[in-house]
């Protein structure tokens, strides 16, 4: 069996094609949300959070003969947890990577190494922050004390336990946009326009997770973006395709 460590649609369509192929798969996601979202009843799923020592309990107990990482471009820890215990138990590893998009020649635009730096310098450039991050950082921009008196804006997953954790750490409900992406150009233009953005912070997470539209939108509008930067990690394989992905799991299959 395959273990596919998902949780995009891109890593949902790449199982989809394993099976096809007659593979069998197992995906794992971190949610019930996740879950519901895979809808081939040949793949079997695991819908919840693996530390180490439950990534090799999975492997064990199904016969896992190689890990294919579909998980988002930003979750290292989960892709560094993976190689480790792949490389402990001789498992063959395969990074499926999601295609960075082109940034633009734009004056407005910076591109900053992490999360810390993109609150630091969200709060010198406007009052009203609009962040397209996802909810799993928003603490650092909550705690930042130079973003303390400036309005932010969280767009995430409309999933009850992100809404909680976005009331958790203070966010009004106004200040809430609970929508699932990825947004076209013009859902983004209106939204920049009715909350007033004064600058947008987001992340590279390529075409599939909008960031392209995200861009495009803020240029029109012409505020200023903040990109955090894809994590520096060195993956032991990578492949950009179904395709490499299939011919690199003959080897073990």
Do not use: W
């Amino acid at each position: 069996m395959i273990l596919v460590l998902a949780g995009t649609k891109d890593g949902r369509d790449l199982a989809d094609s394993l099976v096809s192929t007659g593979l069998k798969v197992m995906v794992s996601v971190v949610s019930g949300y996740g879950k519901e979202l895979i809808t081939n009843n040949e793949i079997t799923i695991n819908a919840r959070p693996l530390n180490a020592e439950q990534l090799v309990s999975i492997i064990t107990d199904h016969d896992i003969k190689a890990i294919v990482d579909a998980t988002h471009p930003y979750a290292v820890n989960v892709s560094q947890n993976a190689m480790d215990v792949s490389r402990t138990l001789g498992l063959k590893y395969i990074r499926y990577e999601r295609p960075v998009i082109s940034l633009p020649k734009y004056h407005k635009l910076e591109l900053v190494n992490d999360y810390e730096a993109a609150a630091k310098k969200a709060a010198i450039t406007g009052h009203v922050v609009f962040l397209t991050t996802g909810s799993r950082m928003l603490s650092t921009f909550k705690n930042e004390p130079a973003l303390k008196n400036h309005r932010l804006i969280a767009r995430v997953l409309p999933d009850p336990i992100v809404i909680k954790e976005c009331f958790d750490l203070g966010f009004n409900p106004r200040d809430i946009i609970a929508m699932q992406g990825p947004f076209s150009h013009d859902l983004n233009l209106m939204l920049f326009r009715e909350f007033k953005a004064d600058v947008v912070v987001t992340k590279n997470s390529g075409k599939l997770g909008g960031s392209d539209t995200k861009v495009s939108a803020a240029i029109e509008l012409g505020l200023p973006i903040i990109i955090i930067d894809r994590p520096k990690i060195q993956y032991s394989e990578v492949v950009y395709n179904c395709h490499d992905v299939i011919r690199s799991l003959t080897e073990v299959i």
